[in-house]
């Protein structure tokens, strides 16, 4: 498994990050043990990514990882927000993530983990004017200084990475989360740069677009997601027909292999989180990252021609 720098962070992580957000629906799941997660760590994945907001996730990990015998995996996870609207709606930072809800949050994370810190804690949301107010940065501090945590970063709001640009310009946290997929590649144009320049570790996530980019789903596969059910099926399909019409078979063996290859070629991206909740989407998801990048012109002809700007998250509260 190819290792990348985490920016300047001296933390070396894997290309593959197991996204854990889906590790309960793990179908071997006995005793609390996932074997998505022991095959994910077997074959080199060394940072799992979790979060308070994620049920029994982090329970879920702890048990994993205590059943695993190898080294031991570097954990990202993510502060709960106080505030629902948020994940949509810009609000005060302090309303979202007050001083004594962020503590109590990294010390829930560490009490479920069974560790004693954590090597990278996010904001779960992330809205520009947050920037004017450090009140959370100031308690992540005292949560390093305290040795709770080592990396502090924040998860970019739905589509929305053009709002990160300022903190990290200013080099106010180590890490950022954002998606990055063959439709959304626009933090290729400011983030992902900025970010290497400055030496910001970026978490790339939503590679296969919540299932969209895997080329599985029907129309009633769809309206099960979440995170695509108000998708224009139609208009969906279309797009991926005109991918496959253009990389497939030429550059990759299909679409999900595309994607990951895809973001994993995008300069500035030290990891691609991925929900691998099965033992054969980590085996597919190894195995399509072992082919190393793609030629730049298929990188360029993505980046021009298959951007689409669009936020299906929008309806969901």
Not at 110 to 130: C, K, N, P, S, T
Not at 188 to 213: E, F, K, T, W
Request: charged share 25%; proline share 4%.
């Amino acid at each position: 498994m190819e290792k990348r720098g985490y920016g300047n962070t001296g933390l070396e992580v894997s290309l593959l990050t197991y996204g854990a957000m889906t590790i309960a629906a793990d179908p071997e799941l006995k005793d609390g043990i996932a074997p998505s997660l022991l095959a994910a760590l077997e074959r080199g994945v060394n940072l799992v990514d979790t979060a308070r907001a994620y049920g029994r996730s982090e329970e879920i990990v702890r048990a994993t990882l205590a059943a695993w015998t190898g080294p031991k995996p570097l954990i990202s996870t993510k502060v709960r927000s106080q505030v629902r609207d948020a994940w949509r709606f810009a609000c005060p930072v302090a309303e979202a993530y007050p001083p004594a809800g962020i503590r109590a949050s990294v010390e829930e994370s560490l009490r479920a983990l069974g560790v004693e810190r954590l090597e990278i804690v996010h904001l779960h949301q992330w809205h520009y004017d947050w920037t004017h107010d450090l009140s959370w940065l100031e308690t992540l501090h005292a949560l390093r200084d305290e040795g709770k945590l080592r990396c502090i970063a924040i998860s970019t709001q739905d589509h929305e990475h053009d709002a990160a640009l300022e903190l990290v310009s200013r080099g106010l946290v180590d890490g950022a989360q954002t998606i990055v997929h063959l439709f959304e590649s626009r933090a290729a144009n400011a983030l992902l740069p900025l970010s290497a320049g400055r030496g910001v570790g970026v978490i790339a996530r939503c590679a296969l677009d919540s299932g969209g980019l895997s080329g599985a789903l029907d129309e009633a596969g769809f309206a099960a997601r979440p995170f695509l059910k108000h998708a224009n099926y139609g208009d969906y399909t279309a797009r991926l027909e005109a991918l496959q019409s253009a990389f497939i078979p030429k550059f990759a063996d299909n679409l999900p292999e595309l994607a990951l290859r895809f973001v994993a070629s995008l300069p500035g991206v030290s990891t691609i989180t991925l929900g691998l909740s099965e033992r054969r989407f980590v085996e597919a998801a190894t195995a399509d990252l072992a082919k190393g990048p793609l030629p730049a012109e298929a990188v360029t002809a993505i980046r021009r021609e298959h951007v689409w700007s669009r936020n299906f998250y929008e309806r969901l509260l």
